[in-house]
């Protein structure tokens, strides 16, 4: 596609229960990266994915977070059990590669909001 | 761990005014720098990237200027516009991530 998408744009959702948020990667773009965005603060990085090597999972902040990509294709985050503090925008980008600083796009994020 | 800050929070401005947005980070080992600009409910977008070789990059009225050494880079704007009202986030990079600021809230009064 032209840009990054990433679906659902809002998701409400009650504490303890499961969510999956999706991210589209623009074509050909090999590298893949999750951020949370809380209110008022930076972005935290959270997992990237390069081609077929293993992610980079060292900004999961636990057990609870997971997140998949097949190839260089669609990445889904997944949230278990969710709490209060997990709500965030969830802001996904992929670039052609990993080395370089510029291709980087963003997609227009997932807010998510626990109740 | 790298750590990023950006002054000030917020700022206000009326039009036509030059400003300039600060941002310091405690690793020196960077890759390169880059500056987004976030609007309300979207991505972000690029507006400058400066490679860690570099000292300055400019695009229009946007100038970014890195100095490693001493952990330091600036955005200068120049004869702000009210379209450049947004939240301004400097982010370095080491090898595979980057490492964002909270970011500065410009507002820019016609």
């Known amino acids: 596609g032209a840009g990054v998408s990433q679906s659902p744009s809002n998701k409400v959702t009650e504490k303890g229960k499961d969510v999956e948020l999706r991210c589209d990667p623009i074509?050909?773009?090999?590298?893949l990266y999750w951020y949370r965005q809380r209110l008022g603060q930076g972005l935290e990085f959270l997992i990237y994915f390069q081609g077929n090597s293993a992610p980079d999972k060292s900004g999961l902040p636990s057990d609870r977070f997971s997140a998949e990509r097949t190839g260089e294709s669609v990445s889904t985050l997944t949230i278990q059990r969710t709490q209060q503090e997990d709500s965030a925008v969830y802001l996904c980008?992929?670039?052609?590669?990993?080395?370089?600083?510029?291709?980087?796009?963003f997609g227009s994020g997932t807010r998510l909001t626990v109740v | 761990k790298q750590e990023v800050t950006q002054i000030p929070a917020a700022l206000s401005v009326p039009e036509g005014e030059n400003l300039v947005l600060n941002c310091s980070f405690t690793d020196s080992a960077i890759y390169n720098l880059q500056w987004f600009r976030q609007d309300p409910g979207k991505g972000l977008t690029s507006l400058l990237l400066i490679q860690s070789s570099q000292r300055e990059q400019t695009s229009g009225r946007l100038n970014a200027s890195l100095d490693k050494s001493s952990g330091r880079s600036t955005l200068y704007i120049a004869a702000s516009q009210p379209g450049d009202s947004a939240t301004y986030l400097c982010?370095?990079?080491?090898?595979?991530?980057?490492?964002f600021g909270s970011g500065t809230k410009l507002n820019v009064k016609p």
């Open positions: 982010a370095v990079k080491d090898f595979n991530k980057f490492y």
């Open positions: 074509s050909g773009h090999t590298a």
């Open positions: 980008a992929s670039s052609l590669g990993a080395t370089t600083g510029v291709g980087y796009t």
